[in-house]
Nanobody
Framework: QVQLVESGGGSVQAGGPLRLSCTDS????????MGWFRQAPDKEREKVAI???????TYEDSVKGRFTISKDNAKHTLYLQMNSLKPEDTAMYYC????????????????WGRGTQVTVSV
């Protein structure tokens, strides 16, 4: 069974950067939709950034201009480059993927990682 494994989370001061990575294990899969989501304590999970099969991207409004989703197909790795981090970005960040390439922004994703914690201090 394929799993997604996130890495790169940690603690950073406000204004700093972090880069999250997500790889599929134990073998690579050609996903139709991939994305990053986050959930802060006592809040609902929200989309952060989505990439479709053609590489088109969509971002949640609060991260536009600060976060960049990208993919290295040779390494089968999805990235989330986060710059100018704010305390309100503190959350558990999850990578998700789906084999379908339909409605990447609005669909329910079938495969999820366990998450990586991002903590931004003032």
């Amino acid at each position: 069974q394929v799993q997604l494994v996130e890495s790169g989370g940690g603690s950073v001061q406000a204004g700093g950067p972090l880069r999250l990575s997500c790889t599929d294990s134990p073998y690579a899969v050609f996903w139709g939709c991939m994305g990053w989501f986050r959930q802060a304590p006592d809040k609902e999970r929200e989309k952060v950034a989505i990439m479709d099969i053609d590489g088109r991207t969509t971002y949640e409004d609060s991260v536009k201009g600060r976060f960049t989703i990208s993919k290295d197909n040779a390494k089968h790795t999805l990235y989330l480059q986060m710059n100018s981090l704010k305390p309100e970005d503190t959350a558990m960040y999850y990578c998700a993927a789906d084999l379908s390439s339909d409605n990447c922004y609005g669909r329910e994703y079938s495969v999820w990682g366990r998450g990586t914690q991002v903590t931004v201090s003032v």
